[in-house]
């Protein structure tokens, strides 16, 4: 998307663009980047929402699950009016009201190994919202494939985990290094485990934040390492992990 600088775009992001780090040419390069976000749940509302609030040009959202009632609570764009209709149908709507300088496309559709590649190659880097490990895993997998920045999130009852992988580094360690086996989807299941309403939302805008940082190239990641949060002590802390030997990545 061709970035238009007048008066309203300088007014909408007055409030980044005074940032040292950020500036105009920074704020540019937020509006020329193109972001995927996989799972527009409890992760990929916020992030969504965030991204498309600080300008990133074009935003793609992929989901094939419709809105239900115990979903409200924690994805933070849906309404109890929309219950019923499909996420990324009402999500589309809500981010252009609230950006319409944004291009949002989206995906009707479950994301896996024959759809994935075509979609992903348009994005810079890849944001996981997704709540199973074969999803996860997948995108992982294309993500190293492409050479694309990948964050990838995780939530459960009052924790939260967020990893960032700069695939550019051949001698990056991927999600797949971290876990030692396929991990049961149970425990990423909120309908089983259970999830406080706020570590979505906390952990949904780190990933944000994380995309911000790598499109304005600033900061420090999470390369090598997992950011893991639990809210119920209010404890972050950094766990560092090495690329695995045998690992297929």
């Known amino acids: 998307m061709k970035t238009k600088i007048n008066n309203k775009y300088l007014e909408r992001y007055s409030r980044q663009i005074i940032l040292k780090d950020v500036g105009v040419l920074g704020q540019k390069k937020i509006s020329n980047s193109k972001i995927l976000i996989v799972g527009v749940g409890g992760l990929g509302c916020p992030a969504a929402d965030y991204l498309s609030r600080s300008g990133v040009g074009t935003i793609g959202i992929a989901d094939f699950d419709k809105i239900n009632l115990s979903n409200i609570h924690r994805q933070s764009l849906y309404y109890s009016s929309d219950v019923g209709k499909f996420k990324v149908d009402v999500l589309y709507k809500k981010l252009m009201k609230i950006n319409p300088l944004v291009k949002v496309n989206k995906y009707k559709m479950k994301i896996n190994n024959k759809n994935i590649k075509k979609i992903a190659k348009n994005y810079d880097l890849i944001i996981d919202g997704s709540d199973n490990f074969n999803t996860k895993f997948l995108l992982n997998q294309i993500s190293k ?25 051949k001698n990056e360690p991927c999600l797949k290094c971290f876990y030692q086996s396929l991990p049961s989807d149970e425990i ?7 999830i406080l309403g706020p570590i979505a939302g906390i952990v949904g ?15 420090k990641n999470l390369s090598s390492n997992i950011l893991i949060i639990n809210l119920k002590n209010l404890d972050f802390r950094k766990a560092k992990f090495k690329k695995k030997n045998n690992c297929l990545c």
């Open 205 to 219: 805008n780190i990933q944000a934040n994380e995309a911000l940082k790598r499109i304005l190239n600033i900061g």
């Open 188 to 194: 990423l299941n909120c309908e089983a485990e259970g």
């Open 145 to 169: 494939k492409l050479k694309k920045f990948f964050i990838s999130g995780a939530i459960s009852k009052f924790d939260g985990h967020v990893f960032t992988f700069n695939f550019k580094n």
